[in-house]
Antibody, heavy 118, light 112 residues
């Protein structure tokens, strides 16, 4: 059974940093691109970043590039999102998701809530 | 960025009746490999999104056949043949051909 479990979300002050983790199971992790997608409270879905199977290819949404870093450790079946210089508008549930087809994601985690507030 | 525009933004449907959601893209979603990278997701309240349709018309495993996706180029439609109670929630279209991948605003579907 494919499972993705995010963790690391919490309340942090503006300007602060946070690292989110996503541990996966049920599939050969290194064979798949992975994504981070976020959803602000009561709002729609917004892409954050994609990373290739070996971690060499990374894509970010412009507004997050330079502040967010996506990485992975295939030996630990883990995906990460390092977030710096956090802003109140970064408050959201952050989901990790697996890309099994070109241009799509199929499995999602349950999400982890990041709240940026003083 | 590619703008995905859904309509309507909310829909009230009688159980057993059909429903239809439109999604229009600002850019052509047909790739050079002949595939169209348009997806549909359903998100129930308090849950993660679930993919229903990928490549515009391919239903995911386990998705009831009352759901169908159609369209090409820039205009797409998700249809529910007969509305069931479990179909309530928000539906999103999403394009996966132009980076950054983008979602529509979402269409909230409720029972009338």
């Amino acid at each position: 059974e494919v499972q993705l479990v995010e963790s690391g979300g919490r309340m942090v002050q503006p300007g602060g940093s946070l690292r989110l983790s996503c541990v996966v199971s049920g599939f050969r992790f290194r064979n798949y691109w992975m994504s981070w997608v976020r959803q602000a409270p009561g709002k729609g879905l917004e892409w954050v970043a994609n990373i290739g199977g070996e971690g060499g290819e990374r894509y970010y949404v412009d507004s997050m590039e330079g502040r967010f870093t996506v990485s992975r450790d295939n030996a630990k079946n883990s995906l990460y999102l390092e977030m710096n210089s956090l802003r109140p508008e970064d408050t959201a549930v952050y989901y990790c998701a697996r890309s099994a087809d070109k241009g799509s994601v199929d499995y999602w985690g349950q999400g982890t809530l990041v709240t940026v507030s003083s | 960025d590619v703008v995905m525009t859904q309509s309507p933004l909310s829909l009230s449907v009688t159980l057993g009746q059909p429903a239809s959601i439109s999604c229009r893209s600002s850019h052509n979603l047909l790739y050079s490999d002949g595939s169209t990278y348009l997806n549909w997701f359903h998100q129930r309240p308090g849950q993660s999104p679930r993919r229903l349709i990928y490549r515009a018309s391919i239903r995911d495993y386990g998705v009831p056949d009352r759901f169908s996706g159609s369209g090409s180029g820039t205009d797409f439609t998700l249809k529910i043949n007969r509305m069931e109670a479990e179909d309530v929630g928000v539906y999103y279209c999403m394009q996966g051909i132009h980076w950054p991948w983008t979602f529509g605003q979402g269409t909230r579907v409720e029972i009338k």
